[in-house]
């Protein structure tokens, strides 16, 4: 079973760079769509984007200016940059696997998740 | 943008009653290939969203039979033929046609 853990500083002062890693045991990176979703008492859930085995990426427009999501195989991790912050990015960051339906295998959804960890923006 | 709205913000049932929770989108999520591009999703207290449904009807493995999804086009329900108490949580749809978005979610409690 796939097993995600987030980490990476609590606390980001307005304007500089976020950055998170995702760690990933008990299985291999080929088979997922690695993504970062966040969640915010005043933004709901929010999917922020993927990066896939091969380093390509998928971002949501709303943050792609600020955004770079990477992958390093052999390390078995996948991480997260997000530039210029305010507290408007404040929010507890997940990282998850979209992985493949057994049935269909054309369609992926959110099938693991991290535990998420929280990241305060404030100076 | 593409909306997706769940207008009941939070509901009380009753275990053993059925519970239905609705999801909107401002775009057909229809897409050409036939399937309804709509999952939803469940977070537990203190947890971690869970998938339910993918495709608008199809059950995710290991998903309780109780757990039921339909709709088509711009209108999906969840339904839960007996809410039992673990099922209390924050229920999400999410469109994954093109961006991935959410709804806002809607509370189910237990009376």
């Known amino acids: 079973q796939v097993q995600l853990q987030e980490s990476g500083p609590g606390l980001v002062k307005p304007s500089e760079t976020l950055s998170l890693t995702c760690s990933v045991s008990?299985?291999?990176?080929?088979?997922?769509?690695w993504s970062w979703i966040r969640q915010s008492p005043g933004r709901g859930l929010e999917y922020i984007g993927y990066v896939d085995y091969g380093g390509s990426t998928n971002y949501n427009p709303s943050l792609k200016s600020r955004l770079t999501i990477s992958i390093d195989t052999s390390a078995n991790q996948f991480s997260l940059k997000l530039s210029s912050v305010t507290a408007a990015d404040t929010a507890v960051y997940y990282c998850?696997?979209?992985?493949?339906?057994?049935?269909?295998?054309?369609?992926?959804?959110?099938?693991?998740w991290g535990r998420g960890t929280s990241v305060t923006v404030s100076s | 943008d593409i909306v997706i709205t769940q207008s009941l913000l939070s509901l009380a049932v009753t275990p053993g009653e059925p519970a239905s929770i609705s999801c909107r989108s401002s775009?057909?999520?229809?897409?050409?290939?036939?399937?309804?591009?709509l999952d939803w999703y469940l977070q537990k207290p203190g947890q971690s969203p869970q998938v339910l449904i993918y495709l608008g009807s199809n059950r995710a493995s290991g998903v309780p039979d109780r757990f039921s999804g339909s709709g088509s086009g711009t209108e999906f329900t969840l339904r839960i033929s007996r809410v039992e108490a673990e099922d209390v949580g924050v229920y999400y749809c999410?469109?994954?046609?093109?961006?991935?978005?959410f709804g806002q979610g809607t509370k189910l409690e237990i009376k």
């Open positions: 999410m469109r994954s046609l093109q961006t991935r978005t």
């Open positions: 998850a696997g979209l992985g493949a339906t057994a049935t269909y295998h054309f369609y992926y959804y959110l099938d693991v």
């Open positions: 775009q057909s999520l229809l897409h050409s290939d036939g399937y309804n591009y």
């Open positions: 008990g299985g291999s990176m080929k088979a997922y769509y």
